[in-house]
């Protein structure tokens, strides 16, 4: 019998591992917003240590919605005037070389949008930790970001991480430091001053195969 739960495990191991490899295992915790430790575990949406007033009470903006004009487990941002709407991603423990791909739909009423990826180290003073908290990190690379327009429908959107499979000797410089990304969504703040919302669902994060390389010349 131990051995038969052996051979079960060592199947299942390799299932998950082909799957990883295969680019089909989503990264984004809690994806569909319905973690029994609530509905926004995991995802960055308090952003009050910043200490910037257009981002203080950002988290209080946020609602699940179950279903939004066809489609399930929506995250639904409300955008006061002139305010800097964000939500960022579980961060996802990175590895040199690697690539990423984001997916995910999207709506957006009354303000534009930008979306890119985020690339983390420790902030000076800080010792490496299992889980580290936003503000004991230091932006160190970002992806070109995307712009996302108003409109009345649902948009499919995608992102790779970094954009290119090649990429410069100074970008590539940057990236070996990276040790945590993050996809972000933000409002620029300021920027808008009518009330606006956006909801979000299906969002995937999944590995692509290959390793970046760095331009020749």
Not at 33 to 48: I, Q, T, V
Not at 129 to 153: C, F, N, S, V, W
Not at 196 to 206: A, D, E, H, Q, W
């Amino acid at each position: 019998m131990k051995q038969i739960y052996l051979t079960i495990g060592l199947v299942l191991g390799f299932s998950l591992t082909a799957l990883s490899q295969a680019g089909d295992l989503n990264l984004c915790h809690n994806a569909a917003f319905d973690s029994e430790k609530g509905n926004f575990a995991g995802w960055n949406l308090d952003y009050d240590w910043t200490g910037i007033g257009l981002q203080r009470g950002n988290h209080l903006n946020a609602s699940y919605l179950p279903e939004f004009r066809g489609k399930k487990n929506v995250l639904h941002m409300k955008v006061p005037s002139g305010y800097e709407s964000k939500i960022e991603c579980q961060l996802i423990a990175y590895e040199i070389g690697d690539r990423y791909k984001c997916t995910f739909d999207i709506y957006i009423e009354e303000v534009n949008m930008k979306m890119l990826f985020n690339g983390y180290q420790f902030a000076p003073g800080i010792k490496p930790y299992e889980h580290p908290k936003l503000q004991d990190l230091r932006r160190i690379y970002k992806t070109e970001q995307m712009d996302m327009r108003k409109g009345a429908r649902w948009q499919t959107m995608t992102m790779n991480f970094p954009n290119n499979s090649q990429i410069s000797p100074t970008a590539y410089a940057h990236l070996k430091k990276v040790r945590q990304i993050s996809v972000f969504f933000y409002v620029p703040g300021g920027t808008y001053f009518s009330e606006g919302n956006f909801y979000l669902s299906n969002m995937r994060i999944t590995k692509l195969p290959g390793k970046v390389s760095v331009k020749k010349g």
